[in-house]
């Protein structure tokens, strides 16, 4: 029993043994898998992960160019950048990002736009710690409430931007356009590695002609970083290149003289600097404030922008094609005179109306009772619209309209205007392939005063008005004056100098200009009282809606906004022009009451502002 | 005492020098002193790593110390207490084991998605699951060597219930991992008692075949989230599969020496998460490089290899099962750990044993060790 036991005992050691010996081989094998899986990955995959562990140490950072500035023809700052504040969020380092929106509620206002547009960014995809914008431009105060509660807000940080900012606002708009945040069809155009820390692109003018140069080269930092995305030191710097300032032909005073002059009307002025074609004035009424759109605009107020039936939104200056009425008749004129249809000393008898042979019809004067006996002279002083017809079915269109072209009309001549319109400049041949109708006898009749198919742009009115006044010396319209100090280096766009066969039908043309406003029967003598400097100019008016052949105009019946537009075309002095300008006043009616008062107003201040 | 008789007898024979005599010394105090030395090299290194770990923070390493101490205090106690003290315990501690878990169950605590906290008033907050790694090794050891070895296929089927039943609650927690490791500490036990090789081959070609029947009907999502990203990290790199791929470029970037001392970019600029606890073998592979690795894994096999000489050489065969038991569950924490951060097996939330921050580990790790010394160094009745 005993015995038996003991060799039990014997026998259960024995099997232990065993077991133990087994085990031991076991676990040599399983170390040795470890050793080997370890020295795998720190022999023959070491370099491997040599690089992944410097790539997660080591970050380029993009840093992003400062924007070149905008500047006015006197150095009056039109666009720059200011420091801009934004809260932003860690998600890594929040555990409840509800948790913690409800908390920021509590200390500053959070609008569920804001919210809204949180989400999206969240949702885009990012790397880890990198922070998510929750709200743009804080206040002071409401910066001071964030940092104060910064310890119960894990994650939560503000955050310093430069963003333009448009201290002109309203006055500058329609001509410097604005940045806005680059949204996903930007993304793809633009250049990623220049555009790796930038958040904002020039969407319109100025802004967005010169994007490339007011952007500048994008810097970069190669920096230490712990996970969390805090850089522990920065290795090696190449600091960005600041985009190139701009300066711009644009005179902010004219600008604002005629957003004053132009209170309460719709419509646009442009002015043109008559030795250069640079762009003095291009302001269209009513406007909107840019710096809306820079950190995006909320829906509420866009919608208000675009429901809005004044159409501040609309670019008039560049964008609304009106037409020019008398205003085309100086260019008219000089078109009579170099097609031999007409002299200065020619006279007609209007009665007040013109009728084609074979033609019912009757082509009316705005004067009912007609001018009596006119030249060309009292034709362009009283706007003598039977004079205009007569000379005009004379010179028939195939002359009037190529002479027309050589100042610019019917297509886009500016240089550096973004989407400038091109108006219409109508021709047999143009009629033919839109309208599928020939051209009539009454469709020259109707171009002779500027009515019927032919369209301008504020823009192109000035243009034209310029080339005059420079007698012909063509200068394309610009608004770039000097770009980081040197002037257009890029090809511009050119029309051939105007030479007429007698040059003093130039000056000529200039006095009969002068005596729309200085003479007994100009159409715009009310702008003689005060006027200091001398001034040549064309009133004109653009019918809205068409009156029936035997229907009197009659503005008191008709809604304000079927009412004629009113333009005015005019440079100054007369005897060195140094200022063409074009306005329009929409459903202005009388032209030498609305628009001449604003051209005048903005010439003035161009003229004698200097001194007050 | 029939321990202090046996040194006394040792200490009358001829005189000793050194090493010996303190060897000696200890086992008065049942203290096997080669073991003890190489718990305190590991145990020492580990605040060595763990200093670098936590980002040289001292008030972590002077917790782990406390920690330490306290391990060792309970091992020295748990070395004084005779065998079949452990014997009479073995069926009360297994009983109080499985009432904390159904404890847990019913009125736990929960952390990161898991009940596993039981929060008794008066009492620290502690894991039962942590008690029942010592209780049911314990337990199966008692209930072999009452019934001899090698076992009867009866034995071994009752036996197989016993260790069933924690496991079934742990898995509720639910915890994989625990109730995996739990589980195989058990059957270990079962392995050294002689079980029969046709079964342990059956058993492993059973559970190999169960294994795709988890996926669908035992596992959690975060389970099988946990075992997609293993077998490819790469599918979710900022998410889940961020620690492992971190993991590995720490370990392969540290190459044969290593990066310094406190010197890993990885776990100094807190890429490696959890680097501290479950990842820090990753922080001593990046510092310390291949030659760092090599050293730990040596001393984790001098520390496997004494206990289970100690175990083999136990006069007791329920000192045995137990010892030997306990000893490869050990190593299977060390490999599972290594396996998981160096991306050979799933990540499962074992700590590296004695080296991972956390007192709870710590503590029964060392209450294990001074159950061994018991053990072997208490004389058989």
């Not at chain 1, 007609?348 to 060309?376: A, C, T």
């Not at chain 1, 009282?529 to 064309?538: D, H, I």
């Amino acid at each position: 029993m005993w015995g038996n036991s003991f060799r039990d005992r014997m026998a259960e050691e024995r099997l232990f043994r065993s077991r133990a010996i087994f085990m031991t081989i076991f676990i040599f094998a399983l170390l040795c898998v470890l050793g080997g899986r370890i020295a795998f990955l720190q022999i023959v995959e070491h370099q491997k992960y040599q690089d992944l562990s410097e790539n997660n140490r080591i970050q380029l950072r993009p840093i992003p160019p400062t924007r070149g500035l905008i500047y006015d023809r006197n150095g009056i700052l039109l666009a720059e950048n200011v420091p801009s504040y934004s809260l932003t969020l860690v998600k890594e380092r929040v555990d409840d990002i509800d948790e913690t929106l409800a908390y920021l509620r509590t200390l500053i206002d959070i609008t569920e736009r804001d919210e809204e547009q949180f989400r999206k960014r969240l949702k885009s995809s990012r790397r880890p710690y990198e922070p998510v914008v929750v709200k743009y431009k804080l206040d002071e105060e409401q910066i001071a409430q964030v940092m104060v509660n910064r310890f119960y807000l894990p994650g939560i940080d503000v955050e310093a931007r430069l963003v333009r900012h448009y201290p002109e606002a309203e006055t500058s708009v329609h001509a410097l356009g604005y940045v806005g945040r680059i949204n996903e069809k930007e993304a793809q155009r633009l250049d990623k590695k220049q555009y790796s820390a930038t958040k904002h692109v020039g969407k319109l003018g100025i802004e967005r002609r010169y994007e490339s140069e007011l952007h500048g080269q994008v810097g970069y930092q190669k920096v230490e970083t712990n996970a969390r995305g805090r850089i522990l030191q920065v290795i090696e710097q190449v600091d960005p290149i600041p985009g190139k300032d701009l300066v711009l032909h644009l005179d902010q005073r004219l600008q604002q003289a005629a957003a004053k002059a132009m209170n309460g009307y719709r419509g646009a002025v442009v002015a043109i600097d008559v030795a250069t074609g640079g762009v003095l004035t291009q302001y269209s009424n009513p406007s909107y404030d840019p710096n809306s759109f820079v950190t995006g605009i909320s829906h509420k107020e866009y919608s208000g922008l675009r429901n809005n039936p004044d159409l501040p939104l609309f670019n008039r200056a560049i964008r609304g094609q009106y037409p020019p009425g008398s205003t085309l008749k100086p260019f008219l004129g000089l078109a009579f005179l170099e097609a031999n249809t007409v002299t200065w000393q020619d006279e007609i008898e209007d009665e007040g109306w013109y009728q084609l042979e074979n033609d019912e019809r009757f082509y009316r004067d705005w004067k009912r009772k007609g001018h009596g006996k006119v030249d060309l002279h009292d034709a362009m002083m009283e706007s003598c619209d039977t004079y205009f017809y007569d000379a005009a079915f004379r010179t028939t269109v195939d002359k009037i309209s190529p002479f027309l072209a050589k100042f610019g009309f019917g297509r886009n001549m500016t240089h550096d205007v973004p989407n400038a319109l091109s108006g219409l400049l109508p021709d047999r041949e143009w009629k033919k392939k839109k309208r599928r109708r020939s051209w009539y006898a009454g469709d020259t009749l109707n171009l002779g005063i500027g009515q019927g198919f032919m369209l301008t742009t504020p823009m192109q009115l000035a243009t034209a008005t310029a080339a005059l006044a420079a007698k012909g010396e063509w200068h394309t319209p610009r608004l770039m004056e000097t770009l980081g100090g040197k002037a257009i280096e890029e090809e511009v766009k050119s029309l051939d100098n105007i030479v007429l066969k007698d040059p003093t039908d130039w000056d000529k043309m200039f006095k009969s200009m002068e005596a729309v406003i200085t003479g007994p029967r100009g159409t715009a003598r009310a702008l003689r009282r005060n006027l200091t400097f001398t001034m040549a100019g064309k009133t004109g008016t653009a019918q809205v809606v068409s009156i029936a052949q035997h229907e009197e105009y009659d503005s008191e019946a008709l809604a304000e906004r079927n009412r004629d537009h009113a333009l005015f075309v005019a440079f100054a002095p007369v005897e060195n022009p140094s200022i063409a300008i074009a306005v329009i006043v929409e459903n202005g009616e009388s032209a030498g009451r609305t628009a001449g008062p604003i051209a005048k107003a903005v010439m003035q201040e161009y003229l004698l502002g200097a001194q007050g | 005492m029939a321990g202090t008789d046996f040194s006394r007898q040792m200490t009358s024979g001829e005189s000793h020098h050194g090493f010996e005599r303190s060897q000696l010394l200890f086992a008065r105090f049942h203290i096997d002193l080669p073991l003890f030395l190489l718990l305190l090299v590991l145990c020492g290194s580990g605040l060595l790593i763990l200093y670098s770990a936590s980002g040289q923070g001292w008030a972590m390493v002077q917790k782990q110390a406390v920690h330490y101490l306290i391990g060792f205090s309970v091992l020295l106690v748990a070395a004084q207490i005779p065998p079949r003290i452990y014997q009479i315990l073995a069926p009360w501690a297994y009983a109080v084991g499985v009432l904390a878990l159904i404890g847990v169950l019913v009125l736990g605590v929960s952390g990161k998605g898991a009940q596993r906290w039981l929060a008794i008033p008066g009492l620290p907050r502690f894991q039962p699951s942590e008690l029942m790694k010592l209780a049911l090794p314990l337990l199966v050891a008692w209930y072999m060597a009452t019934k001899g070895s090698p076992p009867k296929l009866f034995t071994l089927a009752k036996a197989m219930i016993l260790i069933a039943i924690p496991l079934v609650l742990i898995l509720k927690q639910p915890d994989l991992g625990t109730s995996i490791l739990i589980g195989t500490s058990g059957i270990l036990v079962l392995f050294f008692a002689g079980m029969p090789w046709w079964l342990i081959f059956s058993m492993v070609s059973i559970v190999a075949a169960c294994a795709p029947l988890m996926w669908f009907f035992v596992m959690h999502a975060y389970q099988k989230q946990r075992v997609l990203t293993f077998l490819n990290p790469e599918s979710d790199p900022l998410g889940s599969g961020w620690n492992i791929i971190q993991s590995k470029t720490a370990i392969g970037s540290g190459g044969i020496e290593g990066k310094g001392w406190l010197q890993g970019t990885q776990s100094q600029l807190e890429f490696l998460p959890e680097s501290h606890t479950d990842f820090i073998i990753a922080v001593l592979a990046e510092e310390l490089g291949l030659i760092g690795v090599l050293l730990l894994l040596t001393v984790y096999f001098l520390i496997v290899m004494r206990g289970l000489y100690m175990a083999a050489i136990c006069p007791s065969l329920f000192g045995r099962l137990l010892s030997g038991s306990l000893i490869v569950t050990f190593f299977i924490y060390v490999f599972v750990n290594i396996g998981m951060v160096s991306g050979l097996l799933p990540v499962v939330g074992v700590p590296l044993p004695l080296v991972s921050w956390g007192g709870t580990s710590v503590v029964s790790l060392l209450a294990g060790f001074g159950v061994m010394m018991s053990m072997h160094t208490h004389k058989h009745k």
